[in-house]
């Protein structure tokens, strides 16, 4: 896989054992994220709402897509369409 610049955000709450999967399943492909923790961040929760209309996490987002508790096959599609 290659690096993906930033073009990839990472919708967290401190603790969150899925949060901790999906940080460590993007680290460990080398992906670039932005994290963004919704529970101190009203802005971050904000756009994560505008995003998926919900308040589950963790939730990866690109450009074009945000998946809601993500699978590891989703994350990889969507690392794929985001390269």
Request: charge should be positive; aromatic fraction near 6%; charged fraction near 25%.
């Amino acid at each position: 896989m290659k690096h993906v610049d930033n073009q990839i955000t990472l919708f967290v709450v401190p603790g969150c054992p899925l949060c901790a999967q999906a940080r460590a399943w993007l680290a460990r492909r080398g992906v670039c994220f932005t994290e963004r923790d919704v529970k101190n961040d009203f802005g971050a929760l904000r756009q994560m709402y505008r995003l998926t209309r919900q308040n589950l996490v963790p939730v990866v987002a690109n450009s074009q897509r945000a998946l809601v508790r993500p699978a590891e096959s989703e994350l990889a599609e969507l690392l794929e369409t985001t390269q």
